[in-house]
């Protein structure tokens, strides 16, 4: 019994030891602009500013400071569904998102075309479907 828990001891250690040098080798073959390219698409890293600029607020809503109306609301949508207090999200988060929208919102122009392009997106993904 002493031998068996002995040769599991040493499978562990050896586990962490290559999990340590992938770690190490995945470290040396990117570089911090590598990583912060891979990651500052999809999420807003740092605090909030106290009074919100229309820089921050196009970062919330994942959107240009120049987009649409119509893009500005779809954005928004999206993301008061997923962090609504309601459906289990966080007030603070919701309230942030709706500060972004009514800053963007009031400057923003409305796009005529908007709604065709995303009528086309939808027939274009319901042919490819079928």
Do not use: W
């Not at 990583?35 to 809503?61: N, T, W």
């Amino acid at each position: 019994m002493v031998m068996g828990s002995k040769y599991i001891g040493r499978a562990v250690d050896a586990g962490r030891e290559a999990a340590k040098a992938e770690r190490e080798a995945l470290n040396k073959t990117t570089t911090t602009t590598d990583k912060q390219s891979l990651f500052s698409k999809r999420f807003y890293e740092g605090g909030f500013e106290d009074p919100m600029s229309k820089r921050e607020a196009a970062l919330i809503l994942g959107c240009r400071e120049s987009a649409s109306k119509e893009k500005i609301n779809d954005r928004y949508r999206v993301l008061i569904r997923l962090n609504h207090p309601d459906m289990g999200g966080s007030p603070l988060i919701s309230a942030k998102i709706n500060e972004a929208k009514n800053l963007l919102y009031p400057t923003a122009r409305s796009d005529p075309n908007y709604t065709r392009e995303q009528e086309r997106k939808k027939a274009r993904s319901a042919k490819k479907e079928e």
